[in-house]
């Protein structure tokens, strides 16, 4: 921190605190810890241009921020009170001059207050502010402006400048600078154009990069195994796998040895080059000469293993896994398993993937719902059921699907085929609890709940299927139309009709419409259970729905509606009938009421068909006239024909007189005389159907 000045303007500053907080005036008394004081924005460094009195060039408050910065504290003068909480840290200089070159254009002005905070530079400030500006342009014209005031730079700050150079791609001011350097004093060395390789071959100028390795040779500057695993690294990525060779080839003649990373190098490259072959080549001669991937390098297995899987190399792959397996060297990357097993799958060595499965428990690493998912896959379609199925039990004995380690999901295509096959084999249950741990994850999948649902039908267990279908229901999961029919099928088979109906009804409230075979099963089943009007509630939705088959089983529950006495229900079915074009068999109807001396449904059942004007022969109102006669009903049977007569039915009932003589003894003298001028003025005649249009 800076100290506080004589001047004018803080005496005045002091005497309008003093004013102002009278207590500010015994602060001088007090014993307060040395170096404290105040301080105003003017006095910090880095904000040389703020004072007006300034002059043109900002060189006369330079150098009082830079005297500032470094004048010690002066005896008596005023020491701030020191404030609570922890103190701020100082901003170190080279992030002032970062600060500094980042907010204002690269000028004199710029030097100048640069160098009026530093008058003399050093190797670490310099190498500080080359390593924090904010880009390479500003590091650049730093480095530059330091050489032309004096300042040499060592070898190390060559280095970072061509590094921060190399990774802007500004590469032939890094050139420059790299082959300027003896003319300085500085001596190359390896590491120098090693940046310069990396550098051309990040930028993609690939010949660049061999030139400069071949420069390193003109120069007299060593090329060890360092330069070329460089290069070999630049060009591979390139494609360049018979100059890989050469330059291969050259190292050994050169007598440089190569060494792990060499190889780890190469065979990364020529995987990456298609050249599998050549890659297994060269890890076979990487064993010949005694390297082995170790724990500080098993970088060789990460990059062989999937380039084996590449190459479709499949018995080599387990041969290298066997011995990272019998080495305790896990690769780095632990995706190379799960690719390792698809790789065994689709090479049709199912015994080679669970051999990969097997080897990543020994290795300690941790498997998860896709490895096992992947092969349960695989041994579905292979037709391995029974081996998908004990890879099934383990998953769910270990919580595989509901481990926190996990980070991936078992796929549709591994657990469907699975469940599928569980309930087609009498496994339901063991499938329910698998895709119950399914669900934790997250998964609602309608094929597996559908599944389920059929399965448990199948295995006798329709509440089950029914729970089922209820969770389904509540999660918005679609149902299909094979799970509502079996639901039906199994409740029936089980001998629970009332059961079977509330099904059905499930089935048309998600939109399906029941086979015609369906709705006769469950109306018969309820028919001989005598659940009669649940029946006729059952028929009647098949006829809302538009389905008219079934029609024999329809007229047996309408008439025995109306021989237990549910006349109204009945006559609500037949209206429903007529309006859907099929109307029932009246006559058939009126007998057996008849029979069955069911006057009175019989009557309501005749003038329902009367008011409708419905098709009955005569001899189904003869019966019905004779029933009421005989049950002295005169006035119901008086009533019946007088309607009869009105819609120009029959005149000839053979106890139409009887009926006469009938009312006149009752007293209905009135009726009886109607009745004989309606009789007499028909004209005799006779027909034996009444047949009117419907309204």
């Known amino acids: 921190m800076a100290f506080i000045s004589h001047s004018v303007s803080r005496t005045s500053s002091a005497l309008w605190k003093t004013r102002a907080f009278p207590w500010f005036a015994h602060l001088n008394s007090l014993d307060l810890p040395q170096g404290l004081c105040t301080a105003t924005s003017n006095d910090l460094p880095g904000a040389p241009d703020q004072n007006p009195a300034a002059g043109e060039d900002g060189r ?15 005896e008596g003068s005023f020491r701030q009170r020191v404030p609570r909480g922890r103190r701020r840290n100082q901003e170190k200089l080279e992030d002032i001059i970062c600060r500094m070159m980042s907010q204002r254009a690269w000028t004199t002005r710029l030097q100048n207050s640069i160098r009026a905070l530093v008058p003399e530079f050093d190797d670490s400030l310099v190498y500080n502010v080359l390593h924090g500006a904010r880009n390479a342009d500003q590091a650049l014209n730093f480095f530059r402006w330091v050489e032309r005031i004096g300042f040499r730079h060592d070898r190390n700050l060559h280095l970072k400048i061509i590094e921060i150079l190399g ?25 120098l154009f090693i940046v310069m390789i990396e550098s051309y071959g990040k930028a993609g100028i690939v010949q660049e990069s061999v030139k400069m390795f071949q420069k390193m040779k003109e120069l007299g500057v060593e090329r060890t195994v360092k330069s070329y695993d460089t290069l070999f690294k630049v060009i591979l990525r390139r494609g360049r796998e018979q100059m890989t060779r050469r330059y291969f080839n050259a190292m050994l003649r050169e007598g440089v040895a190569p060494t792990r990373h060499t190889y780890n190098v190469l065979i990364w490259g020529f995987f990456l080059c298609l050249k599998s072959e050549t890659a297994f080549r060269f890890y076979e001669d990487m064993k010949t000469r005694g390297f082995l991937p170790n724990v500080p390098n098993d970088h060789t297995y990460t990059i062989l293993l999937p380039g084996l899987c590449d190459a479709n190399k499949m018995a080599e792959a387990r041969k290298i896994l066997k011995e990272v397996v019998e080495r305790h060297l896990p690769p780095r990357d632990n995706s190379i398993f799960l690719r390792l097993i698809s790789s065994m799958c689709e090479s049709k060595d199912m015994d ?31 037709g391995m059921h029974d081996r998908a199925a004990k890879m099934l039990d ?3 004995e270990k919580g595989i699907l509901s481990s926190p380690l996990s980070s991936s999901q078992m796929e549709s295509t591994a657990y469907n085929p699975m469940i599928e096959y569980l309930c087609e084999n009498g496994e339901t249950k063991k499938a329910e609890v698998f895709f119950r741990q399914l669900m934790k994850t997250g998964i609602q999948d309608s094929s597996a709940f559908n599944n389920l649902v059929r399965g448990h039908c199948k295995e006798g267990a329709p509440d089950l299927g029914t729970e089922v279908l209820k969770i389904m229901q509540r999660r918005g999961v679609t149902s299909d139309v094979e799970s509502h029919e079996a639901l039906v099928d199994s409740f029936l088979k089980k001998g629970e009709p009332a059961e079977a109906k509330t099904a059905l009804d499930a089935m048309m409230q998600s939109g399906y419409v029941p086979s015609p075979a369906l709705f006769r099963s469950v109306m018969e089943a309820l028919f001989e259970d005598e659940r009669v009007q649940t029946a006729s509630r059952v028929m009647n939705s098949m006829i809302e729905k538009g389905v008219m088959e079934n029609m024999d089983l329809v007229s047996k529950i309408l008439e025995t509606l109306l021989l237990r006495g549910h006349i109204d229900e009945a006559l609500g079915r037949i209206n429903l009938l ?65 309607q009869i007569m009105e819609k120009g039915g029959v005149t000839d009932w053979g106890c139409s007189q ?38």
């Open 60 to 74: 006369a408050l330079d150098q009082t921020a830079a005297a500032q910065f470094h004048t010690p504290p002066q």
């Open 167 to 191: 990774r802007a791609s500004k590469l032939n001011h890094a050139r420059c600078i790299l082959l300027d350097m003896p003319k300085k004093g500085v001596q190359w060395d390896e590491d």
């Open 352 to 382: 080679g993937a669970v051999y990969v499965l097997n080897a990543m428990i020994r290795l300690s690493i941790p498997t998860e719902s896709s490895h096992y998912g992947l092969l349960i896959e695989k041994f579905c379609k292979e």
């Open 394 to 396: 383990r998953v769910i």
């Open 578 to 642: 007529i309006h859907n074009g099929f109307t029932p068999d009246f006559d058939k109807l009126l007998t057996v009421l008849c029979e069955k001396d069911k006057r009175v449904v019989a009557l309501r059942l005749l003038g329902y068909g009367l008011e409708r004007d419905c098709d009955i022969s005569f001899s189904s109102y003869e019966r019905v006239l004779d029933t009421l006669l005989a049950a002295g009903k005169t006035l119901n049977a008086y009533s019946i024909l007088c």
């Open 658 to 695: 009887e009926l006469i003589r009938s009312l006149n003894a009752e007293g209905h003298t009135k009726q009886a005389d109607i009745l004989s001028r309606m009789i007499s003025g028909s004209g005799g005649r006779k027909e034996k159907k009444v047949v009117v249009t419907a309204n």
